[in-house]
């Protein structure tokens, strides 16, 4: 077995430690107990994805559900436009898109060691010794990764910090590292609970390999297997999960089985040029993880998805959010020198594996519930040939929901013109967003943002498509295709056939897009389009105040002790106040 060479130690620890007297350090320009206000007005800014408030956001971290509330932290540099000065920023919700901005939940120890991806369990059988009282203790496990006084990289290692409040303040352990090394790229651990134990995924990036280790108290580690050279290699792995995923029957919808799946992020060397997230299906004993088959699957179609995490805690269908951007461009987009914030989150995804027809095994990523966004219907229409075309102008967000469903093609009788067109487009610019189903040969459905002109850079990939054929045999006259869209102002998702396929897409136009037209063209005899417009509610609107600012929760709570269940949100313990 492989067991790579910079690996130094796992940290022997027994005992509960208090964090008292753990320094951290703290940017004198970073607010401490309170959130990071912003302003969500700007026209690329997303009402119905999440965004920070400003500043840099790239990869999710430590996502877990916990009485009725999704957590979602992640990589955020408040100082500045682009990647660096790495703390844990933090946001909540109670339906996976209405979020409150929380204070920063994670400072860098020192000036010079920032705190990378990881994850967040519930321990909720006191396995680490730290919640006596309690089965709600969180524990976070997290890359904290040092760099030298010449900007080179220095140690990566593994640590952790628990909290008392659900996830709100953190401390960090005082015998961190729980997993020492000399290696400046080892990173991104997501820990699971399997049946008596925990188990760990970790990334060695430029050894191409994901470490599998395990514990009984979130302290003490034990490597076990490696998971080595597999799918695309790029030029480093990164942000791996572990998730145990129902089997669904196609027809019916029903669990028969359930596997296990990795995902595993590669940066760069995406076919489409930087990053992209691959995923493996297979069975996992607590130890090692085996693949079913040697196929590499990716979990987009276009370029704009990167580092997914899944919520620890949820029951069912998986729930997951990405990271929407790409690394070939995230410091460049226009959302930054124009509105002050980089980065969103995709859309909340339920996933589920299946087998499809012609491509066997399949994880289906669903929108999520979207009942808590959706505003007014827009339109609606059942067609054969022909269009409907709306004007959203009024529409508050600037967001909209779009689903066509298309059946009865005999696919004998589809041309090279038969097709499916959703087209967004600005009456003051001309600009236009174009996407759709040409239904002859595969069926391939395809987005273009080139029509598009707030945004220019070479990397800046303006055209996607995938395969997208369900029919089970050429003796299958007719078939059906499903499209659900959203767009957000400055972001684009489509879920193809329920989410078999998805693509998530940035767009910046100069202008907004207000107007959306669905147009059937060429369709053989018998064939139907029905379509659905809807308006999305901004998520972000009824929380400003009159100068248009989010606050985010500004709660005053004590700052030590346990807080109540109704109180929360207390500064952070790790050795600095307001």
Same mark, same amino acid.
């Given at each position: 077995?492989?067991?790579?060479?910079?690996?130094?130690?796992?940290?022997?620890?027994?005992?509960?430690?208090?964090?008292?007297?753990?320094?951290?350090?703290?940017?004198?320009?970073?607010?401490?107990?309170?959130?990071?206000?912003?302003?969500?007005?700007?026209?690329?800014?997303?009402q119905v994805h999440y965004s920070p408030p400003a500043?840099?956001?790239?990869?999710?971290?430590?996502?877990?559900?916990?009485?009725?509330?999704?957590?979602?932290?992640?990589?955020?540099?408040?100082?500045?436009?682009?990647?660096?000065?790495?703390?844990?920023?933090?946001?909540?919700?109670?339906?996976?898109?209405?979020?409150?901005?929380?204070?920063?939940?994670?400072?860098?120890?020192?000036?010079?060691?920032?705190?990378?991806?990881?994850?967040?369990?519930?321990?909720?059988?006191?396995?680490?010794?730290?919640?006596?009282?309690?089965?709600?203790?969180?524990?976070?496990? &997290?890359?904290?990764?040092?760099?030298?006084?010449?900007?080179?990289?220095?140690?990566?290692?593994?640590?952790?910090?628990?909290?008392?409040?659900?996830?709100?303040?953190?401390?960090?352990?005082?015998?961190?590292?729980?997993?020492?090394?000399?290696?400046?790229?080892?990173?991104?651990?997501?820990?699971?609970?399997?049946?008596?134990?925990?188990?760990?995924?970790?990334?060695?990036?430029?050894? &191409?390999?994901?470490?599998?280790?395990?514990?009984?108290?979130?302290?003490?580690?034990?490597?076990?297997?490696?998971?080595?050279?597999?799918?695309?290699?790029?030029?480093?792995?990164?942000?791996?999960?572990?998730?145990?995923?129902?089997?669904?029957?196609?027809?019916?919808g029903a669990v028969v089985d359930e596997k296990y799946?990795?995902?595993?992020?590669?940066?760069?060397?995406?076919?489409?040029?930087?990053?992209?997230?691959?995923?493996?299906?297979?069975?996992?004993?607590?130890?090692? &993880?085996?693949?079913?088959d040697a196929a590499t699957r990716l979990t987009d179609?276009?370029?704009?998805?990167?580092?997914?995490?899944?919520?620890?805690?949820?029951?069912?269908?998986?729930?997951?959010?990405?990271?929407?951007?790409?690394?070939?461009?995230?410091?460049?987009?226009?959302?930054?020198?124009?509105?002050?914030?980089?980065?969103?989150?995709?859309?909340?995804?339920?996933?589920?594996?299946?087998?499809?027809?012609?491509?066997?095994?399949?994880?289906?990523?669903?929108?999520?519930?979207?009942?808590?966004?959706?505003?007014?219907?827009?339109?609606?229409?059942?067609?054969?040939?022909?269009?409907?075309?709306?004007?959203?102008?009024?529409?508050?967000?600037?967001?909209?929901?779009?689903?066509?469903?298309?059946?009865?093609?005999?696919?004998?009788?589809?041309?090279?013109?038969?097709?499916?067109?959703?087209?967004?487009?600005?009456?003051?610019?001309?600009?236009?967003?174009?996407?759709?189903?040409?239904?002859?040969?595969?069926?391939?459905?395809?987005?273009?943002?080139?029509?598009?002109?707030?945004?220019?850079?070479?990397?800046?990939?303006?055209?996607?498509?995938?395969?997208?054929?369900?029919?089970?045999?050429?003796?299958?006259?007719?078939?059906?295709?499903?499209?659900?869209?959203?767009?957000?102002?400055?972001?684009?998702?489509? &879920?193809?056939?329920?989410?078999?396929?998805?693509?998530?897409?940035?767009?910046?136009?100069?202008?907004?897009?207000?107007?959306?037209?669905?147009?059937?063209?060429?369709?053989?005899?018998?064939?139907?389009?029905?379509?659905?417009?809807?308006?999305?509610?901004?998520?972000?609107?009824?929380?400003?105040?009159?100068?248009?600012?989010?606050?985010?929760?500004?709660?005053?709570?004590?700052?030590?002790?346990?807080?109540?269940?109704?109180?929360?949100?207390?500064?952070?313990?790790?050795?600095?106040?307001?």
């Amino acid at each position: 077995m492989l067991f790579p060479r910079f690996l130094l130690s796992v940290a022997a620890l027994s005992g509960v430690t208090a964090a008292q007297g753990v320094s951290t350090y703290v940017n004198p320009a970073v607010p401490t107990g309170t959130p990071v206000p912003g302003n969500y007005t700007g026209p690329l800014r997303p009402q119905v994805h999440y965004s920070p408030p400003a500043g840099f956001m790239n990869d999710p971290n430590g996502m877990f559900y916990l009485n009725g509330v999704f957590h979602l932290y992640y990589q955020y540099n408040p100082t500045g436009l682009g990647a660096g000065n790495q703390h844990w920023g933090h946001a909540t919700s109670k339906d996976g898109y209405t979020w409150e901005n929380q204070q920063i939940a994670l400072f860098p120890p020192e000036e010079k060691q920032y705190v990378f991806s990881g994850s967040v369990v519930v321990d909720a059988n006191n396995t680490s010794g730290f919640f006596p009282d309690q089965d709600n203790g969180v524990v976070a496990i &997290f890359t904290l990764a040092r760099y030298n006084e010449d900007g080179s990289g220095g140690p990566q290692t593994q640590a952790i910090a628990y909290s008392h409040d659900e996830g709100y303040t953190f401390q960090y352990y005082a015998q961190n590292p729980v997993i020492n090394s000399t290696s400046s790229q080892f990173r991104d651990p997501k820990v699971i609970r399997y049946e008596d134990h925990w188990a760990m995924v970790v990334s060695y990036a430029q050894e &191409f390999a994901l470490g599998i280790f395990t514990s009984t108290d979130l302290k003490q580690w034990t490597w076990a297997s490696n998971f080595t050279n597999h799918g695309l290699l790029g030029t480093q792995y990164e942000c791996p999960n572990l998730v145990k995923m129902p089997v669904r029957d196609p027809k019916s919808g029903a669990v028969v089985d359930e596997k296990y799946v990795i995902t595993l992020s590669v940066q760069p060397g995406a076919p489409l040029g930087g990053s992209i997230t691959q995923y493996f299906i297979g069975d996992f004993n607590g130890t090692h &993880f085996a693949t079913v088959d040697a196929a590499t699957r990716l979990t987009d179609f276009a370029k704009d998805n990167y580092a997914a995490q899944f919520f620890y805690g949820v029951e069912g269908n998986p729930i997951s959010l990405g990271w929407a951007s790409n690394w070939q461009y995230a410091q460049q987009v226009p959302t930054g020198n124009n509105e002050g914030w980089r980065s969103a989150m995709t859309l909340p995804r339920a996933s589920y594996l299946t087998k499809s027809p012609r491509i066997g095994w399949n994880m289906v990523d669903e929108i999520y519930d979207a009942k808590p966004i959706m505003g007014e219907s827009l339109a609606t229409k059942t067609m054969g040939n022909g269009s409907v075309t709306v004007d959203y102008a009024d529409v508050e967000s600037g967001a909209i929901y779009v689903e066509a469903n298309v059946t009865g093609i005999d696919v004998a009788k589809a041309g090279s013109f038969t097709t499916l067109n959703l087209t967004f487009t600005s009456p003051a610019s001309g600009e236009s967003l174009r996407s759709g189903f040409y239904f002859g040969g595969d069926n391939p459905f395809f987005v273009d943002r080139g029509q598009l002109r707030g945004f220019d850079n070479v990397f800046f990939t303006d055209k996607f498509s995938v395969a997208d054929v369900y029919y089970e045999s050429a003796a299958d006259k007719t078939a059906s295709w499903r499209v659900q869209a959203v767009l957000d102002r400055s972001m684009y998702e489509v &879920f193809l056939d329920g989410g078999r396929h998805a693509g998530t897409v940035l767009v910046y136009p100069t202008q907004p897009l207000t107007v959306v037209s669905v147009a059937a063209r060429d369709l053989p005899a018998g064939a139907q389009v029905s379509v659905a417009i809807w308006s999305l509610k901004s998520t972000w609107a009824g929380m400003a105040n009159e100068q248009g600012t989010v606050l985010g929760n500004v709660t005053t709570t004590p700052t030590s002790g346990k807080a109540p269940a109704s109180k929360r949100h207390m500064i952070y313990e790790g050795g600095f106040s307001t």
